[in-house]
């Protein structure tokens, strides 16, 4: 299955570094969703994932905003510690073990997104990683799902694991377990509630990005899922954040960075 996913998005990539999205040219944000800031969240230095995120959202009719995130590479491990912006004992005590650079980066990446969210006022916003892919048919059930957020929705995943939850509403769903933890930061939507509470909890950096989302309906976060989920995950770019875990990602992340530069 992985292999065929991978494949898939393989031609996706193709379609779009070739420009062959025929949609792309053809507005068709309507209602809420017209009225929607949506913020994808790359690296200066990946232009082939911010190129492909642009134009996928393109060939929905979306216009997306792209909001530099955080390199690890670029970060002093010791300048955080001392200044109280990673706290690696508080880690292994909450995560059970030290965070990579990476995820340090990912995780600033998203507090940062929160904060614009609350300096602006912004009162829904659409966040994408720009691994993101939506699932066929997503633009319309978007659009069907804005019209029925909850009222107290602070946050909506587009993509999670977590199996145990009800059903609200027709293509809404609310997680019941803080022990089912809807773990995930490809893809949601967050309203300027959900940032400041996010943000409230998000200092020192303790967790990964989707960990600490996965982690939020414990302090207070109303936490709702789309179902059916609407955000898939492009699995032919390297990770920018597991890439030194295992020899098997290692070797899978040389396979795909060759790979990708052949293309791009």
């Not at 570094?17 to 690296?43: D, H």
């Not at 996928?56 to 970060?75: E, R, S, Y």
Request: aromatic share 8%; with cysteine; hydrophobic share 40%.
């Amino acid at each position: 299955m992985a292999l065929l996913s991978f494949f898939r998005n393989v031609g996706a990539y193709l379609a779009t570094v070739r420009k062959k999205n025929t949609r792309s040219g053809t507005p068709v944000r309507q209602g809420r969703l017209a009225n929607i800031p949506i913020f994808v969240i790359n690296l200066e230095r990946n232009r082939q994932r911010r190129e492909f995120a642009l134009q996928k959202l393109a060939g929905l009719g979306l216009k997306g905003d792209i909001f530099p995130a955080v390199d690890g590479k670029t970060l002093v491990l010791d300048k955080l510690i001392k200044d109280g912006i990673y706290d690696d004992a508080v880690a292994h005590e909450k995560f059970s073990r030290s965070l990579s650079m990476g995820e340090i980066g990912c995780s600033l990446s998203h507090l940062r997104l929160y904060k614009k969210i609350l300096d602006e006022h912004i009162g829904l916003a659409l966040v994408l990683e720009d691994d993101a892919m939506f699932v066929e048919g997503a633009r319309e059930q978007l659009a069907d799902l804005l019209e029925r957020l909850p009222d107290d929705a602070d946050l909506v995943q587009l993509i999670y694991e977590c199996k145990d939850y009800s059903r609200v509403a027709p293509g809404v769903v609310r997680f019941l377990s803080k022990s089912c933890m809807p773990v995930a930061s490809a893809g949601f939507l967050i309203r300027e509630s959900g940032a400041r509470k996010l943000l409230a909890e998000g200092y020192p950096v303790r967790y990964p990005a989707d960990s600490f989302i996965g982690r939020s309906p414990r302090w207070g976060t109303n936490v709702y899922g789309a179902s059916p989920k609407l955000v898939a995950i492009n699995n032919i770019f390297p990770s920018e954040i597991y890439q030194g875990r295992t020899l098997k990602s290692r070797l899978g992340n040389r396979v795909k960075a060759v790979f990708v530069r052949l293309l791009g």
